[in-house]
């Protein structure tokens, strides 16, 4: 393990006060769609119901804060590109962005906005960094990437350490929980499966019958949010006291649970007629 944590601090590009307006309740489920966007995806949610995700706007990606029924924009200053992927209990904000200040216009690097300043993080050597998720201590998990190889990694107490399942050709981390168990996906023999990192294990998570799963999102009780695929066709689950649930928002093409937390409300996207939006599960099903 080396250390690595490269501060960078910007002023904070963030201001309240977008309504909800795309908000609609279907089944149990409520759209959350940044208004005027292209894109929408809620992708992490913490104890207190705060939303972080993506949104898109023609030539433009951008992070989002959705609190009580209102949105923030966040982007990381001078960035072309930001994202914003998990969210603390008091509100640190982990994510992605691209920089075109290097010189290398498409390479992605790691950031957490904290108390309204922003820490840039790369993993030492790497080609790109991506941050993923965040737990209450702090510790940041995500992927990285040297030549065409992908990698998880555990960033903690300014200390990285790489995670890669045994004997496959990619490891992506996804999620942290309190207690440091880690969640993502592995590829092997070209099939994806997903993954639970504990205490040093690795365990296969498969959904049964599908060809593709993916570990995306994990809570201190030990429930798993994510996405498997069967027959070309993409849903959402929730694992939790050893038995699968599928997610399908109604009418959707595709699903993908993301997130959840300590009270079992989950976040994800769903793409109805070529178009995805964000949603909020609440509770647990």
């Known amino acids: 393990m080396r250390r690595h944590l490269a501060a960078c601090l910007f002023a904070l590009s963030f201001v309240l006060g977008v309504t909800s307006k795309g908000l609609a309740g279907t089944d149990g489920f409520t759209t959350i769609d940044f208004p005027g966007a292209t894109f929408n995806s809620a992708i992490g949610i913490n104890s207190r119901g705060d939303i972080v995700g993506q949104y898109n706007t023609p030539g433009s990606v951008h992070g989002y804060l959705w609190r009580e029924g209102k949105f923030a924009s966040i982007d990381v200053p001078g960035a072309t590109f930001s994202l914003s992927r998990g969210i603390t209990p008091r509100g640190n904000i982990v994510g992605q962005y691209v920089d075109p200040k290097t010189g290398q216009s498409f390479l992605h690097h790691g950031y957490l906005l904290s108390r309204g300043s922003f820490t840039t993080f790369d993993f030492p050597g790497a080609r790109e960094t991506f941050g993923f998720g965040i737990n209450p201590r702090g510790d ?38 309190s207690a440091g168990d880690i969640v993502g996906q592995y590829t092997s023999a070209g099939v994806t499966h ?25 809570t201190s009780e030990g429930d798993i949010v994510g996405q498997y ?25 595709v699903t993908i649970t993301r997130g959840i937390n300590s009270e079992g409300d989950i976040v994800g996207q769903y793409t109805i007629a070529g178009v995805t939006h964000g949603f909020l599960l609440r509770g647990n099903l």
């Not at 990437?145 to 992506?172: E, K, R």
């Not at 997903?194 to 994990?218: K, M």
């Open 229 to 253: 695929a069967i027959a070309g066709v993409t849903h959402g689950f929730l694992l939790s006291e050893g038995e699968f649930a599928s997610i399908d928002f109604p009418g959707a093409s």
């Open 140 to 177: 940041i998990v995500g992927l990285y990437t040297i030549g065409s190889v992908a990698h998880g990694f555990l960033l903690s107490n300014g200390t990285f350490a790489s995670i890669d399942f045994p004997g496959a050709s990619s490891t992506l981390a996804w999620g942290i929980n």
């Open 194 to 218: 997903g993954f639970l990192f504990r205490r040093g294990s690795f365990t296969t998570i498969d959904f049964p019958g599908a060809s593709l799963t993916a570990a995306l999102g994990n």
